[in-house]
């Protein structure tokens, strides 16, 4: 087990993504983190972050482009407590939907999908933005403290939906239910925005920061 002292969060930067807000609400809760592209401070990272903002294609392009893949692959492959947000989560999955196919880098089997229109979602705005509820369908740490119906932020337009449903942790209901989190190992990653949802998400960040 590391000391407090010992721990150090990377947040990779592959401009795509809130680094700053996720970085200050790390240190809002008294942990250190910084904000690298660097490998070699991935390596060396207790816990690892990896936010996301924009398309999916474009984020798993920039992935690729700043040589970042193969950290975060091994950061998983090490079993260091890891955390997706946002596209962030979204990536790894096998592939999406969004402006075409495009690969995602696979660490769990499913698909991004694009909210469905239709009857269910004709009185609803896409994309999903704003607060609404998770529902903890798998109790784990980083959940501690936390209400298993907390409501927390969300600004997408495009949901996973796994392969595996015994990876799936939160789920949450914009019209159709869809997947709002899922864990596996120490990877822990969320549709929604820890960074964005207050006490609960500094809640969150928190008790990443001390996931052992």
């Given at each position: 087990?590391?000391?407090?002292?010992?721990?150090?969060?990377?947040?990779?930067?592959?401009?795509r993504g809130n680094l700053r807000s996720v970085q200050k609400g790390f240190e809002t809760v008294g942990h250190h983190a910084v904000v690298t592209s660097d490998p070699a401070i991935i390596d060396r990272a207790t816990h690892v972050v990896l936010p996301g903002v924009?398309?999916?294609?474009?984020?798993?392009?920039?992935?690729?482009?700043?040589?970042?893949?193969?950290?975060?692959?091994?950061?998983?492959?090490?079993?260091?407590?890891?955390?997706?947000?946002?596209?962030?989560?979204?990536?790894?999955?096998?592939?999406?939907e969004e402006f075409g196919?495009?690969?995602g880098l696979n660490i769990?089997?499913?698909?991004?999908?694009?909210?469905?229109?239709?009857?269910a979602q004709a009185s609803l705005k896409i994309p999903?933005?704003?607060?609404?509820?998770?529902?903890?369908?798998?109790?784990?740490?980083?959940?501690?403290?936390?209400?298993?119906?907390?409501?927390?932020?969300?600004?997408h337009s495009y949901y996973v939906e796994p392969d595996e449903a015994d990876v799936v942790c939160t789920e949450t209901r914009y019209g159709v239910p869809f997947v709002s989190s899922?864990?596996?190992?120490k990877v822990f990653a969320c549709q929604f925005h820890p960074e964005k949802?207050?006490?609960?998400?500094?809640?969150?960040l928190k008790n990443f920061g001390a996931w052992n």
């Open positions: 087990m590391r000391s407090d002292e010992a721990r150090m969060i990377a947040i990779i930067d592959y401009e924009g398309a999916f294609g474009d984020c798993v392009n920039n992935l690729q482009r700043f040589g970042l893949v193969e950290p975060l692959r091994r950061t998983i492959a090490q079993d260091k407590p890891f955390l997706g947000i946002c596209v962030g989560f979204q990536v790894l999955f096998s592939e999406s196919v495009h690969k769990f089997k499913g698909k991004v999908k694009r909210f469905p229109s239709g009857a999903h933005m704003g607060w609404n509820t998770i529902q903890v369908k798998r109790p784990m740490p980083l959940f501690e403290g936390i209400s298993p119906e907390a409501h927390v932020y969300f600004v899922v864990t596996r190992g949802s207050q006490t609960v998400g500094l809640q969150l």
